[in-house]
Every structure is written in C-alpha cells, then in structure tokens.
C-alpha cells in the first residue's frame, strides 16, 4: 500500500497562491489526484494526473486556477494553487487511483491531509 505525506497548506488571503506537495514511499506507477474536504462537507475532487503526467483533469472550481504536476523521480505529486478563494478553504488530500470520466476513483490509501485556510 502506498504511503502519503502532504505539505504546504496554510493562510493565505484571497487571491494568494499555495503550492502543496504529496511525497508517495516507493514506487507509484499509478494516476494521482488531490482531494478536499471542508467542514460539514464530502471529500470532493479537485484535480488528477495520469502516470506519465500527459494528462490532468480538474474539478469545475478550480479549471484555470489550479494546476498539478509530478515528478516521478522524486515520487512527488504537486498542486499548484492560485487565485485562491475562502471557498478553497478544506483540508487537501493527495491519493493513488483511477482516472474515470474526467474525475478520479481512490484505491482509498490517503495521507494525513494538510489544512488551506483563505482569508477574504
């Protein structure tokens, strides 16, 4: 099972950026996506990238202000944040899965999460 670390969360005001980083143990020829959850809500999905990286998928909230990208070498899968508004405010979840109809299905291995808090 792969192992998950995230990082890079924290306050940033609205139309601020944040960078998070997943560092995944051992090898993950597997697509990778980022998840949130905000209090009182689902977990929900908010981008993926296939195993060579030619491919990502977004959520409608964040088409044209998110990017992710990987990097194989260092095991290591990045969101890139920017335009940020309260309502990206969730702890951000990094996982393995599925590319399906443009979104993601966990294999349901996550990591510890790291909070994004926007400030308006």
């Known amino acids: 099972q792969v192992q998950l670390v995230e990082s890079g969360g924290g306050l940033v005001q609205a139309g601020g950026s944040l960078r998070l980083s997943c560092v995944a143990s051992?090898?993950?020829?597997?697509?990778m996506g980022w998840f949130r959850q905000a209090p009182g809500k689902e977990r929900e999905f908010v981008a993926a990238?296939?195993?060579?990286?030619?491919?990502?998928y977004f959520a409608d909230s964040v088409k044209g202000r998110f990017t992710i990208s990987r990097d194989n070498s260092e095991n290591t899968v990045y969101l890139q944040m920017t335009s940020l508004k309260p309502e990206d405010t969730a702890v951000y979840y990094c996982?393995?899965?599925?590319?399906?109809?443009?979104?993601?299905?966990?294999?349901?291995?996550w990591g510890q999460g790291t909070q994004v808090t926007v400030s308006s």
């Open positions: 996982t393995a899965g599925l590319i399906q109809s443009a979104t993601m299905r966990p294999f349901g291995s």
């Open positions: 051992g090898r993950n020829p597997y697509a």
């Open positions: 990238i296939s195993w060579n990286g030619g491919s990502t």
